[in-house]
């Protein structure tokens, strides 16, 4: 089946620890997106990609960085300069129209220890 | 910053009744899309609205959109328990420098039994 796939599902990050999330479509998708997801609230544009090995930064990228070396992968990383990472983290892509119908993956909870 | 923003937060009805949700945003858009969010789990698309459009239908929801008052409707009706989840309205504004989808809050129904 086409999809998104993300893990881990759950993720645990002690202090001053640097985690990836990852995150593989095999949907022949062109661009792809990260968001963050706060209790109650709406997504947060972390970084998008539009091509292989092109990314720019979203509304909220400090402390995060991504890679885009594959058209099927898009990881994230959360590194230490991320103080409050505690959140639901959102992969999803779309065909080459950008911003149009966007395919989510199922999510990844972030918890500091 | 929140472009759309969804009204009422929280809606609690029977099944069988009709939903309705809001959505209003703030600068011109190209297109309005809802979302639906079970909980723990990723968006899943429910129907996208162009800004020359104005009213679209899927199964049991109808979409409007007035663009000279920056608003949308989301209407379920004859609901079941199976439509309780969050829903969301994003919308891809026309000016910005770059093209991206920002989401509102999300409105929280809950379909009683």
């Known amino acids: 089946d086409g999809g998104i796939t993300q893990s881990p599902k759950y993720l645990f990050r002690k202090e001053g620890q640097n985690v990836t999330l990852s995150c593989e479509q095999n949907?022949?998708?062109?661009?792809m997106y990260w968001y963050r997801q706060d209790p109650g609230q709406g997504l947060r544009l972390i970084y998008y990609?539009?091509?292989?090995?092109?990314?720019q930064k979203g509304d909220i990228a400090e402390g995060y960085s991504v890679s885009r070396e594959k058209k099927e992968s898009f990881p994230l990383t959360v590194t230490s300069a991320q103080k409050n990472p505690t959140a639901f983290y959102l992969c999803?892509?779309?065909?080459?129209?950008?911003?149009?119908?966007?395919?989510f993956g199922s999510g990844t909870q972030l918890s500091v220890l | 910053s929140q472009q759309g923003e969804e009204d009422p937060q929280a809606l609690s009805i029977q099944e069988g009744e009709n939903a309705t949700m809001n959505c209003s945003y703030k600068?011109?858009?190209?297109?309005l899309q809802w979302y639906r969010q079970n909980s723990g789990r990723g968006l899943v698309h429910l129907i996208l609205?162009?800004?020359?459009?104005r009213e679209k239908h899927s199964g049991r929801l109808r979409v409007t959109l007035d663009t000279s008052k920056k608003s949308s409707s989301l209407l379920i009706t004859a609901s079941r328990a199976a439509d309780t989840a969050s829903y969301f309205c994003?919308?891809?504004?026309?000016?910005?420098?770059?093209?991206?989808?920002?989401f509102g809050a999300g409105t929280r129904l809950a379909v009683h039994p």
């Open positions: 609205i162009r800004s020359n459009e």
């Open positions: 990609s539009q091509i292989v090995n092109d990314f």
């Open positions: 994003a919308t891809v504004p026309i000016s910005g420098g770059y093209n991206k989808l920002i």
């Open positions: 949907l022949n998708h062109d661009a």
């Open positions: 600068t011109s858009i190209n297109n």
């Open positions: 999803a892509s779309s065909m080459g129209a950008f911003n149009e119908k966007l395919f």
